[in-house]
């Protein structure tokens, strides 16, 4: 079955930068889109990000337009988002969500991994 | 800037039927927007259970459906059980790659 591990949280000072990475196993990667998805403590979802399945296509929201970049290695079946000039409203579970060949909105989540922005 | 719209919070009776809503500020929601549809209780990650607005995912009970009512996305439990009680997120696909989630609905079973 769809297993994704998010890994590469943690606690990062504002204005630095940081590396989620997302591996992917129990499906062909290299044939579906993949999101990212965040949740501020206490707060609802969020979508950040999308990459289409061969990585040509990225799209994100206006709140990371600019500081974050989603791509993945499809030869590694990994998914990463790294995140420069990091803020403290970054603060958040960030989840990798496997979508589908298109762009339409993502159906299996990873369990998520915790970034935490704070002097 | 289109906001996706929730119900804040709903209740319902155990073993009673509730329709949970997903609409815009501005316009009219359709299949063309492939309305998802999650739970999630505290501390758990989301789990899907509707996609594209009327497909359950693998192993979610026939009590979840989902489809259009009107103007807005729905989500309806029938027979609801305490175990149904979470916060419901619906997302909707505005075109140009961009997904917005709605605020959430928090569902009491009482």
């Known amino acids: 079955q769809v297993q994704l591990v998010e890994s590469g949280g943690g606690a990062v000072q504002p204005g630095r930068s940081l590396r989620l990475s997302c591996a992917a196993s129990?499906?062909?990667?290299?044939?579906?889109?993949m999101h990212w998805v965040r949740q501020a403590p206490g707060k609802g979802l969020e979508w950040v990000a999308v990459i289409s399945y061969d990585g040509s296509s990225k799209f994100y929201a206006d709140s990371v337009k600019g500081r974050f970049t989603i791509s993945r290695d499809n030869s590694k079946n990994t998914l990463y988002l790294q995140m420069n000039s990091l803020r403290a409203e970054d603060t958040a579970v960030y989840y990798c969500?496997?979508?589908?060949?298109?762009?339409?909105?993502?159906?299996?989540w990873g369990q998520g991994t915790l970034v935490t922005v704070s002097s | 800037q289109t906001v996706v719209t929730q119900e804040p919070s709903f209740s319902v009776s155990p073993g009673g039927t509730v329709t949970l809503t997903c609409g815009l500020s501005?316009?009219?929601?359709?299949?063309?927007?492939?309305p998802n549809w999650y739970q999630q209780t505290p501390g758990q990650a989301p789990r899907t259970l509707i996609y594209s607005t009327n497909t359950r995912s693998s192993g979610v009970p026939d009590r979840f459906s989902g489809s259009i009512l009107g103007n807005k996305a729905a989500l309806t439990i029938t027979g609801a059980q305490a175990d149904d009680e979470s916060d419901y997120y619906c997302v909707l696909y505005m075109g140009s790659g961009i997904s917005v989630f709605g605020g959430g609905t928090k569902l009491t079973v009482l």
């Open positions: 969500v496997k979508g589908f060949r298109d762009f339409r909105p993502p159906a299996d």
């Open positions: 129990g499906f062909t990667f290299s044939s579906y889109g």
């Open positions: 501005s316009g009219s929601v359709s299949t063309s927007y492939y």
